[in-house]
């Protein structure tokens, strides 16, 4: 079945960072670009980054642009978002999902993911 786990959320002070890390199961993984989502309470779940099957191309929201990193390990099938310079306005639940398309082009979009998991709670204190 066509799952995937993130982990690595927690509570951090404003300027610090976390790692998080999804991993997934039940498909090719090596296949299909991921993406990171994130969702605040009361507002819509929004792109964070994304990036390509192989790892070569990555995309990001304006609002995370060089201090977040999207970065993936094939071989644990594992996709990770490096976040430094974390600000309150990053909390939120985060959520990883796989791309529909075998040749996702960089849509932000959520309709254009899914296999989402049960996400991970990331809280960032002023």
């Known amino acids: 079945q066509v799952h995937v786990v993130e982990s690595g959320g927690g509570l951090v002070q404003a300027g610090g960072s976390l790692r998080l890390s999804c991993e997934a199961f039940?498909?090719?993984?090596?296949?299909?670009?991921m993406g990171w989502f994130r969702q605040a309470p009361g507002k819509e779940r929004e792109f964070v980054a994304a990036?390509?099957?192989?790892?070569?191309?990555?995309y990001y929201s304006n609002s995370v642009k060089g201090r977040f990193t999207i970065s993936r390990d094939n071989a644990k099938n594992t996709v990770y978002l490096q976040m430094a310079l974390l600000k309150p306005e990053d909390t939120g639940v985060y959520y990883c999902?796989?791309?529909?398309?075998?040749?996702?082009?960089?849509?932000?979009?959520?309709?254009?993911?899914?296999?989402w998991g049960r996400g991970t709670q990331v809280t960032v204190s002023s």
């Open positions: 999902g796989q791309a529909l398309s075998l040749y996702y082009s960089g849509s932000y979009d959520r309709r254009d993911f899914d296999s």
């Open positions: 039940g498909y090719t993984f090596s296949l299909y670009a």
């Open positions: 990036i390509s099957d192989g790892g070569g191309t990555t």
